[in-house]
């Protein structure tokens, strides 16, 4: 795949969505919050109920959130080696509404609420 493609892709995937955005999540008690690990988001929410995950490039420029407290801003950021991209399914039950969590590499970057869940 060439680096346009894949910076396509990365971009459709993460940032083109039907649900809402959110920067944390709770779950068992605790809060994950955006920059979490993979591993913090295991110990404090359990496995996911789906798991998609795929390589999109190397060595690419991908686009970076700079939240602040009056300015929100993008600037490109250089990862090296593979990007790796996870999307986390999180389903509650049928009080509360599925959560997708957002992973590139190891990091949590992105939280977003779906539908009303089911039991």
């Known amino acids: 795949m060439n680096r346009i493609a894949a910076a396509t892709v990365l971009s459709m995937l993460l940032f083109c969505t039907h649900a809402s955005a959110d920067r944390t999540l709770r ?4 809060i994950v919050s955006v920059g979490a690990t993979r591993r913090q988001v295991l110990d404090k929410c359990g496995p996911p109920e789906h798991r998609e995950h795929r390589e999109v490039a190397r060595d690419q420029y991908v686009r970076e959130f ?13 990862t090296p080696g593979p990007i790796r991209l996870e999307r ?11 959560r997708y969590l957002y992973f590139r590499n190891d990091d949590l970057i992105k939280i977003e609420t779906g539908a009303k869940g089911s039991d």
């Open 88 to 98: 986390w399914t999180y389903n509650f039950g049928s009080n509360r509404f599925i």
């Open 27 to 30: 779950c068992n008690g605790a």
């Open 66 to 78: 700079y939240d602040y407290k009056n300015e929100r801003f993008v600037l490109p950021k250089m």
